[in-house]
């Protein structure tokens, strides 16, 4: 019996990652879509889980800059990106 070869699956990393800003915004989004009744429990919970996981890449990565000694941008955490504070505004 003849089997068909395996293809590799051809996945597109992003290009553009999130900011600070963004995620808060999706999160956001995701609370207030609970409370209207236009986004599930299950939905919202996949949202912060994921969410969850893309913040814990930033601090894998912050930690590995610290101890390697390495100083370099993380875009999560750009400044350029970053909500305005009291002073700020």
Partial sequence: MATEPVTKIERSIPTQQLSMNETRGILTESILGLRS??????????ISNAIGKYLSTVR????????????????????????????QA
């Fill in 37 to 46: 009744g236009d986004t599930t429990p299950s939905a919202a919970n996949a």
């Fill in 60 to 87: 894998l990565e912050m930690d590995y800059q610290r101890q390697s000694g390495r100083k370099g941008a993380i875009p999560l955490l750009d400044a350029s990106t970053a909500a305005p504070t009291d002073e």
